[in-house]
């Protein structure tokens, strides 16, 4: 069976996660990526045969539907790139596999359709417009303090709190200079605990795989500084989160949802990735959760039923966990880091994955592009895995020299 697998950058998710999963399943795969040598560079030392690598403008369905129809005939076509699901979905539909709607899909990845398509169907009216390049931000009057964020954004690059107009207009000409051209989205700000909800879906039902509770930078940047595992977020919540990804439309496949629960217990959604979580959470969840994760999304796409019992067996897992990475603060050349590292004390399983390599230089960005690394711990007790996460740290340096 050929799984045709989209990719930009051969992330951890790929190489540790869904082509060692690919390879037990028994398929062949071909990656379809904008720039081939990185990915067949990362592939080369992988402890099975290296999947084939084809060039081609992943961006463009079309082209990607020409390329697949005239190599093999697919069986999956996938993708867990933010930046991939309409077209991904849209291939994957023309040639009759399983495919996520490809307007759900539309609708994650825009954020001011989002917020227009979940105020149509009544499930939650949040302030938000959008701010086409070389609009003037004068012509809003949004509630302060308010959010500014690229409309395709990701990885909180260029998301940040404003506290008036003045300040608007000046974030706004700031994002917009370094993104020419890009439409902003300038929302109501949703104060609250920061939660995320992990789902999985096979077109017939969807379960819920657990969250996490998400500890930010302080403002005005949102930073993911910790992530700490949930088995199951209160009933009523999930409720609430479900039901709003019902009227967007996400079905089949990996969700990463992320919202706030408010005082009056609404819970409200933040944004919504249909892919399975990243930053190496994803790795984590699946020894949390004790399940052959990468498996169990790639049969999704190969038109499978997952096991009934999933969500059950999830919420049940006793395993707790941290993701912690390690940010940059300033600008520089990283001159000392740790390398890969994996451990197991005490019951704790800990693992480190360098995110830069020693000698690269970087801007300070204010946003997840300065993880320098990521630490996750796994284990049975939370203050166990959070002490073996501190021990990590104090036990290794990471110097940037400006």
Request: charge should be negative; glycine fraction near 6%; proline fraction near 6%.
């Amino acid at each position: 069976m050929r799984l045709y697998l989209l990719a930009l950058n051969p992330t951890d998710s790929v190489t540790a996660g869904f082509l060692p999963a690919a390879a037990r399943l028994g398929l062949d795969v071909t990656v379809l990526t904008d720039h081939a040598e990185p990915h067949q560079k990362a592939y080369a030392g992988l402890p099975f045969a290296a999947p084939e690598v084809l060039e081609c403008d992943v961006r463009d369905f079309r082209a990607v539907i020409s390329l697949v129809s005239r190599h093999h005939a697919p069986d999956a076509v996938f993708s867990n790139s933010d930046h991939l699901q309409t077209e991904t979905a849209l291939a994957a539909e023309y040639f009759g596999l399983p495919a996520k709607d490809w307007k759900a899909a539309l609708r994650a990845k825009d954020k001011g359709q989002l917020r227009r398509h979940l105020a149509l169907t009544g499930q939650d009216a949040v302030w938000s417009a959008e701010l086409a390049s070389g609009q003037d931000p004068a012509e809003l009057e949004p509630p302060f303090p308010c959010v500014v964020k690229p409309r395709e954004g990701v990885a909180s690059e260029d998301v940040t709190l404003v506290a008036d107009a003045a300040e608007l207009a000046r974030r706004c000409r700031e994002i917009q200079h370094r993104r020419a051209g890009a439409t902003l989205v300038v929302e109501e700000f949703l104060d609250g605990p920061l939660c995320t909800l992990e789902t999985l879906g096979d077109g017939r039902r969807r379960h819920v795989l657990g969250g996490f509770r998400t500890q930010l930078s302080l403002p005005p940047d949102f930073i993911e500084e910790v992530l700490e595992f949930v088995p199951a977020h209160p009933t009523e919540v999930v409720a609430q989160v479900l039901a709003q990804l019902d009227a967007l439309g996400i079905g089949l496949g990996a969700c990463h949802t992320e919202f706030v629960v408010q005082p009056d217990g609404r819970a409200r959604i933040i944004e919504v990735n249909y892919r399975a979580i990243g930053d190496q959470c994803d790795l984590m969840l699946a020894e949390i959760l004790g399940v052959p994760l990468f498996e169990h999304i790639l049969a999704t796409h190969l038109g499978r039923e997952l096991p009934a019992d999933l969500g059950a067996q999830c919420a049940a897992t006793p395993r707790r966990a941290r993701n912690e990475p390690v940010c940059a603060d300033r600008a520089g050349l990283l001159t000392a880091a740790p390398g890969p590292s994996d451990e197991e004390r005490d019951g704790v399983r800990l693992a480190y994955r360098p995110l830069r390599r020693l000698g690269e230089r970087h801007e300070h960005y204010r946003t997840n592009r300065d993880y320098l690394g990521v630490i996750w711990a796994v284990g049975a007790d939370q203050e166990a895995v959070d002490a073996a996460v501190a021990r990590f740290r104090a036990a290794n340096r990471w110097e940037i020299t400006p």
